[in-house]
């Protein structure tokens, strides 16, 4: 086994008949080693003894130490010689809970984990672990009245059989007492419907750090602390102070940006996250780009459960470019949105004034439509860089004449990310389905926002933004020519494969394919490309190089944000 040595060299150490896990534990024990040639004599003195206890500790109690000294090698060698003998089997496992904590299913599997270990080699460190684990239980279950009745360990040297007895008595199980919230000036009905917790509930750590959670989650404070005060507790009842901190009461951001789908743009986010003392919030988002300008408004009132489920208000303004056509939509929602476990159901009721021009003529469509929406997202790693995940996403809509909307139509989307990576290697598969059923086949009535498009960065790439789709003949000053009017119909698929060179970049290959269409006429479009992604802080920043098997040239694309 190769010598240890250490600063200056004023000692090297050398082991023989020992393995790694006892040659660390003699190190262990031993300390730091001298660095000055005056510390050596001193530090010798105690190397039999301390490696004698690193040796009991895991299990061998006759084990014999024999060093041998070059004091003539600069720097001095020592040689521990280790024959470890027979281990110290443990022969005899008594292990009992008293008190309330005997009923406790957790005390029950601590016990049984212990019991495991019957015939086992004794290792005092793992002998301290197991005291540990039934104090800790019991501390954090809330028996906090818990005390040892027997702990001991007997060892027969000579037999090399070791009997160890644990006796707990957990006494009574503590409850909650009043939870008290300070410092906000939320309403007590809406604090009280923002904690997991109870009165009278089992007394739980895990539970308090869940209060916490809940709370911080909310986004309402700026500040929390969660006390127990444990040494106020009466009739076993632990009374919780919570002191919190109101956040601020605005906040703004602005930034910039450019992606290929709508060029350069620039963004101001206000938000309000307490409007009022009944939580009440608000975020207004104004974004100008040349393909995409919007003004949008959001409106958040807390239901029953504050952060699980919500009655929403959102007001937008925008404009967008759908194939070849520009439209002018404003819309509204009434919404109420339930998580359950990482499902997110949500109901609305969506209004939709939409105004643009074809062939010199003016359109306005109206719309009130009724929907719901299913999504899910299941991810692990971080989410700047997931290492792996599923997205999906389901919605459907419906409006009539009779609600006032300029047609008939039920409307279903669905969408799917998924990815898994390994090594240093990822796949990621995408799909996105959609179908419009109206009481014509023509689209010419039917908005644009509604209608379906393909090709971008978030669709098939090496194509233009909404590009894609059913296209028709208009007559123009320069003759006739063929426009982009969009389908009731869309099926996009996408296959990318990547490469990590490191924590920071990444290599893509990828091909995309699909289309917007209509019944009976579907037109395949696929495209191929490379790209380079570096995984900034807020995301990935993609810089894709995509060529459409229809296209006469290669098209750039530039994209961010998270993946899932």
């Not at 089997?89 to 601590?110: A, H, M, V, W, Y």
């Not at 239980?137 to 644990?166: H, M, P, T």
């Not at 898994?420 to 179908?435: P, Y």
Request: proline share 4%; charged share 20%.
């Amino acid at each position: 086994m190769p010598a240890i040595s250490f600063a200056e060299e004023a000692i090297t150490i050398d082991f023989k008949g020992v393995d790694d896990q006892q040659k660390q534990n003699i190190l262990a024990h031993l300390g730091s080693l001298p660095s000055e040639p005056g510390q050596v004599n001193r530090f010798l003195a105690n190397v039999p003894k301390r490696s004698e206890q690193a040796m009991i500790a895991l299990g061998y109690n006759n084990a014999i130490i024999e060093m041998q000294l070059n004091r003539e090698a600069s720097p001095v060698q020592a040689t521990l010689v280790v024959t470890p003998g027979s281990p110290t089997l443990i022969t005899e496992l008594n292990l009992k809970i008293s008190g309330k904590g005997s009923e406790d299913q957790g005390f029950e599997e601590i016990l049984q984990r212990i019991s495991n270990n019957q015939g086992q080699v004794l290792n005092h460190g793992q002998y301290e672990s197991w005291k540990s684990d039934i104090h800790n239980y019991a501390r954090n279950q809330g028996y906090l009245d818990g005390e040892w009745v027997e702990r001991q360990l007997l060892v027969n040297k000579g037999q090399n059989q070791a009997s160890i007895s644990l006796h707990y008595d957990s006494g009574i199980r503590y409850r909650l007492g009043k939870i008290t919230f300070t410092g906000s000036s939320l309403s007590p009905e809406i604090l009280e419907r923002l904690s997991p917790l109870h009165e009278d509930d089992f007394y739980q750590i895990s539970q308090l750090s869940k209060l916490e959670s809940a709370l911080r989650q909310s986004g309402y404070f700026g500040e929390i602390r969660v006390i127990p005060q444990i040494a106020r507790a009466e009739d076993q009842r632990v009374p919780i102070q919570v002191k919190l901190s109101d956040a601020s009461q605005h906040s703004f951001q602005v930034g910039v940006g450019y992606v290929t789908d709508t060029g350069a743009r620039a963004q101001f986010n206000w938000q309000t996250p307490r409007v009022n003392r009944h939580g009440h919030s608000q975020q207004t988002t104004i974004r100008y780009s040349t393909v995409n300008p919007y003004l949008n408004f959001l409106y958040q009132i807390p239901g029953e459960d504050p952060n699980n489920q919500h009655y929403q208000l959102r007001l937008g303004l925008e404009q967008n470019d759908f194939g070849d056509l520009t439209s002018t939509l404003q819309h509204g929602a009434v919404i109420r949105q339930d998580i359950k476990g990482r499902w997110i159901f949500r109901t609305q009721l969506r209004w939709l004034s939409e105004q643009w021009s074809l062939e010199g003529i003016d359109y306005d469509g109206n719309y009130l439509l009724p929907g719901i929406a299913l999504s899910r997202t299941r991810r692990q790693g971080s989410v700047r860089d997931p290492s792996s995940g599923f997205l999906q996403s389901y919605e459907l809509e419906a409006t009539d004449d009779a609600l006032g909307s300029g047609g008939r139509l039920f409307r279903a989307t669905a969408f799917w990310k998924w990815l898994d990576s390994w090594n240093n290697h990822r796949l990621v598969l995408r799909g996105h389905l959609g179908a419009n059923i109206t009481g014509t086949d023509s689209v010419e009535d039917l908005a644009p926002s509604l209608r379906f498009f393909a090709g971008g960065d978030q669709s098939i790439r090496g194509f233009a933004y909404n590009s894609l789709g059913p296209s028709i003949t208009v007559d123009t000053a320069e003759g006739q020519d063929e426009i982009v009017v969009g389908g009731k119909l869309l099926a996009v698929a996408s296959a990318e494969y990547q490469y990590y060179l490191n924590d920071s970049w990444r290599l893509a290959l990828f091909t995309d394919a699909g289309n917007a269409f209509n019944r009976g006429n579907f037109t395949l479009k696929q495209s191929v490309g490379t790209g380079l992604h570096w995984l900034s802080p807020v995301g990935a920043i993609r810089v894709e190089v995509a060529y459409g098997f229809d296209e006469d040239k290669p098209r750039l694309h530039i994209s961010m944000g998270a993946e899932l």
